[in-house]
């Protein structure tokens, strides 16, 4: 989608690395990729939530989504903007 634009592009390859689930407290205010319980999959940027256990997940130019649940997050390690790929 558009929602992380103009960080995030179309057609860019975002790396992240999933080895558990849940939050781990270090993740949060980073941009990550985010599984909900209701089976969405986002890259937000993950900040707490007004209840306990659950996350407002920040765009960078749509509403926030708030008090989420999150099954687990992962932080973005890197990314490969489209216009990389066209090299290789």
Avoid at 25 to 33: D, G, I, R, V
Avoid at 50 to 63: G, H, I, K, P
Wanted: hydrophobic share 35%.
């Amino acid at each position: 989608g558009s929602s992380m634009l103009p960080k995030y592009e179309a057609g860019d390859v975002i790396y992240i690395r999933r080895d558990h689930d849940g939050v781990l407290p270090e993740y949060l205010n980073e941009y990550c990729a985010v599984r909900t319980s209701d089976g969405g999959t986002y890259i937000k940027i993950l900040t707490p939530g007004t209840q306990s256990d659950r996350y407002t997940l920040r765009s960078l130019n749509a509403e926030d989504m708030t008090d989420v649940e999150v099954l687990w997050a992962s932080p973005v390690l890197w990314v490969m903007p489209r216009r990389s790929r066209r090299c290789f």
